[in-house]
Each structure stands twice: as C-alpha cells, then as structure tokens.
C-alpha cells in the first residue's frame, strides 16, 4: 500500500465555503512558500468561486493570483476546479473559450485541473479534457456523488470506466455536500480501484460530520489521494483537518509522511486570519457546526444559506422547512441531478418558487427551462412528460451536446473590450463575466490613469508651461 497523499484546500475551497472566498492574495502570499514545503500532493488555489469573487468582491486580477503564488511554489504541483464546459461561470460558454482558457490557466501556472460536470455527462468534460492533456497538464475527471434511487456504485464504475477512456489522468470522487458515508465510501473506492488504473482521489464536506471517518474508510480501501484544509479553516462546510488525518495514519503503511511541526506553523499563521473573520461577520458560526439535515436533504452548506437568504427577502423565513422538504422533490421532478453548482442554485430557487406561489412550477426562471430543453446536457432520469409541459409546454429537448450549438465566442469578447485590453487573459475574463469584468477593467484603467497623470503633475510642476 503507498503513502496517501494530500491535496490542501486552504487557498481554495476552504475558504470558498467557510467566508465566500473573501481570502486575498496578500492573505495568502507571505504563507505559500510554507504550504510549498509541507509536501502536499497538490495546492488547490484557483478555479471555483474565487476567479468570479476576486473581480466582484476583492477588486483582484484572478490571473495575478494565479502568477504570484506560481512563482513563490517551487515543488507542489497547483491545482485548480473547471466545470467542464461552464468553466467558472453559471452557464455553457463556446469550444473556443474554453480552450483558450485551459491553455491560458496552464500557462500561467497550474498543473493539474480537476474537471467535473454538475450532471456528469461526460459529453461536457470532452473539451476541457482534450486541451489539458495537449497542454501538457493533469486531467483530473470529478464524478458529483450524490444519492438517489438512480445513483449506484455501478452507475459511478460506468462513469469512471468512461472518463478513463477519455483520458482522464486521475479521477476524484467529488463529494460536494459531505453525504458519502464511511462504508459507502469504502465500497465504491474499492470498486474503482479494482476497474481503474489510474489514481483515485475524494473530496468531502465535513457539513454532516462524517467525512473524517468516510476518508478512513476510503484510505483502507486504496485511495491516493485525499482532500483537507489546514485546521483553522477546516471543518463545518469545509473539508476535514489536515493535522489530524495525518496524526490518525502516522506510523501506519498509510503514513503521508508529513512533519506536524510543519503544518503547525501553518496553523498559527492562519488562527488571526480566522479570527478576524469571525469578528467582522464574514465567518458566520452557523457554517462552523455539523448540519444533520444535510443527510435528510442533500443540501450542501452553500446552497442552504442561498435558501436563507431568498427566504429573508420575500419575508417568508418560516417557510425554510417546507422549502428543504420541497427540494428533494423538485430533483426528482427534474430527473435527480446532483446538488452541485449550478444546478443547486437552479433547483433551490425552484424549491422555494414552489412554496411561496402556492403551486408547484407556476413561476419558472429561465435557467430550469434550458435545464429541461436539455441546454446544460442529459439528466440521469427522463424527465416525466407531466413536468416538461408544466415547464417549457411543447417544446423538444435537444439531444446533442450542448456546446455543440454555440457558436465561437473569443472574437466577439475581444472586441467587447478592444480598449482595456492589458492582457490576452482579460479576453478570457471578459467571455466568462461581461459586466462584472469590465467594471474591473474601467477601474483598473482610472487607477492606473490616476497614477500617470501625478507622476506627469510631478514631473512638470517645477517647469510652467
């Protein structure tokens, strides 16, 4: 049996569920050369909320990020989360950008991408898949676990089986809301192992509290690779502690060969990061407990403050227990596809469209009615034919991939911003988030005329024109 390794999610997803990936790069910079000691298998520090959160919230370059923390890493390899043909943004953008993408984010540094898609159709993995592996990098393919009357080991071994062909280099079993239990998760690592030759990794939540025993179980079972997040940004809806797992497998054929000294350096360099987050209200202690209802309603920890809070603006807060009964139902409605981004907002806000109408399906957004045409790819499940008329009356479903009907992008996004062009990668972050994007540009360009037009005021001030 090898040594199990470590992806830490620290400059990533643990702080994308604990604070909604408020840390900064200069929260993070003077740490990562630490990080880049400790032997990790992999940082993960790019991909999933943060590109979108570090030009809305923090008034940050992603690409930047990505370049500074590049240069202080010497020896780990960066990893990064890509869903497949949304990239990090909501919805299904064109073949060329996300080429061009997973080009740009290798060039610029990251060395493994693990690819999921929200309703595993591996059909929108093919692209991303495809330009990392020409590119040189890691393809690293997520299956979304989830539980259903469809969702079985045999169904995720078909998955495995199928992505393995496509070329994935690993594949990870990706536990978005921390529901895989310690012998579920034995038994579908051990079943992957005997079919795959390639490295198998999982991703949890600690949201229902059992994730530490579900990585034991599943480490027993062969697994390579493991995600944690260092302690005082772990747990809650985060990923289970690193200094513990390694304590718990110290001195056993599963040792990681990691020095706790090393990772407690880390710890006290990210306790006062915590802290103050704590204090100013970005770290709610609700996100910091274990959530039973999370076994009952597969609800990940992001998506029930998402409920909360579209609760809160309608006034209709007392509602929130008929809403996580409702959400159940409406995936089964819409075929049972797992609970992951997007599609966990998009079954969310349905839930509770459903309860505060008074009827189910009399209000639908835009995104659930491209979701049954078949716009974000092929549910598990047909969707009954009851539920289709309620939702986008006589219109056909697509059946073929669905990037297959979008038209190139990357012309039309270069022009959009032809004078704020500073770099090939804003082309790129124009494509995924126009008005977000552009606000950021329009700033930048200010900032930066700001500084000139004093370095010319200072320049000049001693010679009257």
């Not at 921390?178 to 600690?206: D, F, N, R, W």
């Not at 037009?453 to 001030?461: D, G, H, P, Q, V």
Request: glycine letters at 6%.
């Amino acid at each position: 049996m090898a040594k199990v390794k470590i992806t830490e999610t620290v400059l990533r997803d643990a702080h994308q569920s604990l604070l909604a990936t408020r840390l900064t790069t200069d929260e993070m910079l003077p740490i990562v050369e630490k990080l880049d000691q400790v032997g990790y298998h992999s940082l993960e520090m790019w991909g999933g909320a943060t590109f979108d959160a570090c030009l809305r919230f923090l008034n940050e370059d992603p690409w930047e990020r990505l370049r500074k923390i590049r240069k202080a890493v010497k020896n780990t390899k960066l990893q990064m989360l890509l869903r497949g043909q949304n990239l990090l943004g909501y919805k299904h953008y064109a073949d060329d950008v996300v080429s061009e993408f997973v080009k740009k984010s290798i060039y610029n540094g990251i060395d493994i991408i693990r690819i999921f898609d929200a309703l595993n159709d591996t059909r929108n993995l093919e692209t991303a898949v495809r330009v990392t592996l020409q590119e040189g990098g890691h393809a690293q393919c997520a299956i979304s676990y989830t539980i259903s009357p469809v969702h079985n080991i045999p169904y995720y071994v078909a998955k495995a089986k199928e992505m393995e062909e496509m070329g994935a280099s690993s594949i990870c079993i990706k536990d978005m809301s921390g529901i895989i239990t310690p012998y579920a998760a034995y038994e579908l690592v051990k079943e992957l192992k005997s079919v795959c030759k390639v490295p198998i990794q999982l991703h949890s939540h600690y949201t229902s509290g059992i994730a530490s025993m579900a990585y034991l179980k599943a480490i027993e079972a062969g697994v390579d690779v493991v995600d944690t997040a260092i302690s005082p940004f772990a747990l809650g809806t985060s990923q289970p502690a690193t200094e513990p797992l390694v304590a718990a497998i110290q001195n056993t054929e599963y040792d990681t060969g990691i020095d706790l000294s090393r990772l407690n350096e880390i710890t006290e360099y990210f306790k006062p990061i915590k802290d103050k987050y704590i204090e100013n209200g970005l770290i709610s202690p609700k996100v910091l407990g274990v959530d039973v209802n999370t076994l009952v309603y597969q609800i990940p920890g992001g998506m029930l403050s998402n409920l909360i809070s579209q609760l809160k603006q309608q006034n209709k807060e007392d509602q929130l227990e008929k809403v996580m009964a409702e959400v159940p139902k409406v995936r089964e409605d819409l075929g049972y596809p797992p609970l992951v981004t997007p599609m966990s907002q998009m079954v969310g806000t349905q839930a509770v469209l459903n309860v505060i109408m008074g009827e189910r399906y009399k209000m639908v957004p835009k995104e659930i009615k491209d979701y049954v045409r078949g716009q974000y790819g092929m549910p598990i499940t047909p969707i009954a034919d009851e539920i289709k008329k309620k939702i986008i009356g006589n219109e056909e479903s697509i059946t073929v991939r669905p990037a297959d009907l979008i038209p190139p992008q990357l012309n039309s996004a270069r022009l959009g911003i032809k004078e704020y062009i500073e770099q090939e990668e804003d082309v790129l972050s124009y494509a995924l988030f126009p008005q977000i994007a552009l606000n950021f540009f329009k700033d930048r360009w200010s900032q930066k005329y700001k500084i000139e037009s004093t370095l010319y005021n200072e320049e000049n001030k001693n010679h009257p024109i």
